[in-house]
């Protein structure tokens, strides 16, 4: 029996003789209040009805018949029944008040308020139809009025711990979280151990940011009640809000062996164990939700989101669309949509999509980047940049847009803003501060110093960047370039530096130190300013020695490199699938090595039944053994990954086929690179699928082929 409900058995208890009294139903009504005011629901409903079968129009039994119906929760017995007893005895306050509950009980809010008002026209200072009241208008989600009923109850009852209590819901549902706190601190200075008001007193601590403060106040809410299933999940959200994601999936679990049902808690033990990286238990953690309550657009949209994470951008789009089905104004749904329609290449739809987006909420950040990247993928650049600039005045220190901005600034050829722009990748989640006590080198003379330049993304990165350690070392300063262990064996000579691997322990002294990508800003580098002379990076001769008898013996020596990394966040626009280069490997007189190091399980069959490429990728140990091929090949093609660096830094002709608008190092609208003289770039154009961009490759080195082949066949001079 809850709590309101023990309330009206109370009340009516106290009530005697509303109807005309037959002795023998008297001592039958009399015995069944006796037996409900111990809980023995069962013999009072027994005695109630044979009350009623010898006095009809008893109206106090119709009403705790009603009543017990309310208490086992067939409130829609409870409704006829009072309600009967209301069309003999007008007069009650009780009565109304109590028909009001069951009303409530079957959700009909707006009837209840109807009941509780005649209640109050006949007892006006009754706390407790006042509170109940304002439970049905919360419940209905108007909260001013709401407030203004519990205050009216606190009024004749300033202790009553359930009207502090929801005062403080209505208060916190119109956004006065401060208020809110404090009248569940009322409620718990009357009664310390009220788990709902400590639960409700949590939410309203999240809400203030106060997340420690929270998590203690779920912490004794469920030291009271332990098994509260609300509190554990909210007890999770905070564990979540916190990033501390198996904690917060414990307490998930934990609201889900109390209520196993928990539509919410299904969906954001996804979303936990999304963050966990464990993205197969996340969907079928989101697919459980959706079992339970299939109508849960939140779910579905989250859903979505791990799909597309997974790259089943078909699967990711149906999903946001049974979100928008079910929530047409949707915005994070449809902002989240574009994303995924932006990767299917559908971009038009995808503009749309964040328009719609922002039509809804036209300040949202997320949208507005999405947008932004749309833009660009329609070259719509001016607009793009803009539309950066609007959410800088909205939220200047928004990580992501603030570089997106400085990624499009680099892309235009804008180094004189783009590069210090670009020192906004440091507040990005992915930085890792390395805490030295040493101060940052910004350009200042440090002759005689010894300065360590560290790696800090991927390999082509470093390759790409490590070219400014020359710079620094003409000035006279002693350096120390840390690269990934992958490298060191290839780089370890590289300008006479001294070369070391990442995670040596100790690091050797030093004095200063420099992020590698942030020197081209230390130096203020320019397109015309750019340190292009290559080769600055050489092959070990013995790593080249012991290749040699594995590559072809004769035709125009290509390597071939089709894929990056697949976790990379533009993997779905720049790997290119192994079977799309059949008519590059179909071409007479050239010959293909493979410089993949990993082929995908999507590529495997098909890499392995061309004749044409010989698989070394098995053998790669470092990039020692990577250049070691490439110099001794005629071209390297390759799509954009630490592979077109490496052939660039060589001095290599190298190939470099590129999406519709690539990464920031390979600009705008040109064939060739400032960064790297023997590279010739291939992108596609606003309309070319890759099929176009390998047709052009496979034309220009088919007369290459051919060209190498002829000059081979001559005879030697006499």
Known sequence: ?????????????????????????????????????????????????????????????????????????????????????????????????????????????????????????????????????????????????????????????????????????????LGQSDEALSSYDRALAVAPHFSEALANRGNALKALGRLDDALSSYERALTARPGDAQALFNRGVTLHELKRFEEALASYDDALAASPDHSEALSNRGDALKELGR?????????????????????????????????????????????????????????????????????????????????????????????????????????????????????????????????????????????????????????????????????EDIVGQRLLLHAEQGFGDTIQFARFAALAAARGIDVVLEVQPRLEPLLG???????????????????????????????????????????????????????????????????????????????HERSIPFARLAPLTAIPGARFVSLQKDIRATDADDARRCGNVIDLGGGLRDFADTAAIVAQLDLVITVDTAVAHLAGAMGKPVWVLLPRVPDFRWLLDRATSPWYPSARLFRKGQTDTWDDVIAGVAKELAARAASASGTREQPDPM
């Open 493 to 571: 000579g590289l300008f006479g530096l001294q070369v070391i691997a990442a995670g040596r322990d100790p690091l050797p002294p030093f004095d200063r130190h420099c992020p590698l990508l942030s020197l081209p800003r230390v130096f203020a580098t320019t397109l015309a300013s750019i340190p292009s002379g290559v080769p600055y990076i050489i092959a070990p001769a013995d790593r080249i020695a012991a290749w040699a008898p594995r590559l072809p013996g004769d035709g125009l020596r290509v390597g071939l490199a089709w894929s990056g990394h697949p976790d990379n966040v533009r993997d």
């Open 1 to 173: 029996m809850n709590r309101k409900l023990r309330r009206a058995a109370a009340a009516a208890a106290k009530r005697t003789g509303g109807s005309p009294a037959d002795p023998r139903a008297a001592g039958l009504f009399s015995a069944g209040l006796k037996h409900h005011q111990c809980g023995r629901l069962a013999q009072a409903e027994a005695h109630y009805r044979e009350t009623l079968a010898l006095q009809p129009d008893h109206a106090d039994a119709l009403h705790l018949l009603g009543v017990i119906a309310s208490q086992v929760g067939r409130h829609d017995v409870a409704v006829d029944l009072i309600g009967r007893a209301i069309a003999r005895d007008r007069m009650s306050a009780l009565y109304h008040s109590n028909h009001g509950l069951a009303l409530a009980g079957l959700k009909r809010f707006a009837d209840a308020i109807e009941s509780y008002d005649r209640a109050l026209s006949l007892r006006p200072d009754d706390a407790e139809l006042r509170y109940n009241r304002g439970n049905a208008l919360l419940a209905l989600g108007r909260p001013c009025e709401a407030l203004e009923a519990y205050e009216r109850a606190l009024l004749t009852k300033p202790d009553h711990v359930e009207a502090l209590c929801n005062r403080g819901a209505a208060l916190a549902a």
């Open 279 to 443: 993205l197969q238990e996340a969907l079928a953690s989101y697919d459980r939700a959706l079992a339970v309550r299939p109508d849960y657009a939140e779910a579905l949209s989250n859903r979505g989101n791990l799909l597309k994470l997974l790259r089943r951008f078909d699967d990711a789009l149906a999903s946001y669309d049974a979100a928008l089905r079910l929530r047409p104004d949707y915005p994070e749904a449809l902002s989240n949509r574009a994303v995924t329609l932006q990767a299917l290449d559908r971009i038009d739809e995808a503009l749309a999509s964040c328009d719609r987006a922002l039509a809804l909420a036209s300040d949202s950040v997320a949208a507005l980047i999405n947008r932004a990247s749309v833009l660009q993928e329609l070259r719509r650049f001016d607009e793009a940049l803009s539309t950066y600039d609007r959410v800088a005045a909205i939220a200047p220190d928004h990580a992501e847009a603030q570089i997106n901005r400085a990624l499009l600034l680099l892309l235009s050829g804008d180094f004189a803003e783009g590069w210090p722009a670009y020192e906004w990748r440091r507040k990005l989640p992915s930085w890792a501060e390395r805490g030295f006590s040493q101060g940052e080198w910004t350009g």
